[in-house]
């Protein structure tokens, strides 16, 4: 795989209408980005793969976003692995200080928009934009 087909940013959403409007909002923007469910399948993701940048969902079945986060963060401790930003995206029924004390870096509300989400990656992943 050459850097050019590098996935480097997942979205975890359980709306899978949602979760396919962030990617090609990502793809817009030049990034690749991989997609998961839920919390489970999104720490599955991070053991095969590392991101430069993961937008969390927090509200989600099976495994919430701030469940998920703290698996991921003791994931990459126990192999020292650089802290990728995870970033709330949420409708929410959380707070910004719930979703930053699990190691969440930032928090963002639903909908993105295409300009909203630039300033996302922008303030959280910014060598990231081409």
């Given at each position: 795989m050459n850097e050019d087909d590098c996935v480097?940013?997942?979205?975890?959403?359980?709306?899978?209408?949602?979760?396919?409007?962030?990617?090609?909002?990502?793809?817009?923007?030049?990034i690749k980005a991989d997609s998961?469910?839920?919390?489970?399948?999104?720490?599955?993701?991070?053991?095969?793969?590392?991101?430069?940048?993961?937008l969390m969902d927090v509200?989600?079945?099976?495994?919430?976003?701030l469940e998920a986060t703290a698996a991921i963060?003791?994931?990459?401790?126990?192999?020292?692995?650089?802290?990728?930003p995870i970033v709330a995206v949420t409708g929410g029924g959380s707070t910004k200080?719930?979703?930053l004390r699990v190691g969440m870096n930032n928090y963002y509300e639903k909908p993105l928009l295409l300009e909203q989400l630039k300033i996302l990656v922008q303030e959280n992943a910014p060598g990231l934009l081409p």
């Amino acid at each position: 795989m050459n850097e050019d087909d590098c996935v480097l940013v997942l979205v975890v959403e359980d709306n899978a209408n949602l979760r396919h409007a962030l990617v090609l909002q990502l793809h817009a923007l030049g990034i690749k980005a991989d997609s998961a469910a839920n919390g489970l399948e999104a720490i599955r993701r991070v053991h095969e793969s590392e991101y430069a940048l993961i937008l969390m969902d927090v509200q989600m079945p099976m495994m919430n976003g701030l469940e998920a986060t703290a698996a991921i963060r003791s994931f990459e401790d126990s192999e020292e692995r650089q802290h990728a930003p995870i970033v709330a995206v949420t409708g929410g029924g959380s707070t910004k200080e719930k979703c930053l004390r699990v190691g969440m870096n930032n928090y963002y509300e639903k909908p993105l928009l295409l300009e909203q989400l630039k300033i996302l990656v922008q303030e959280n992943a910014p060598g990231l934009l081409p």
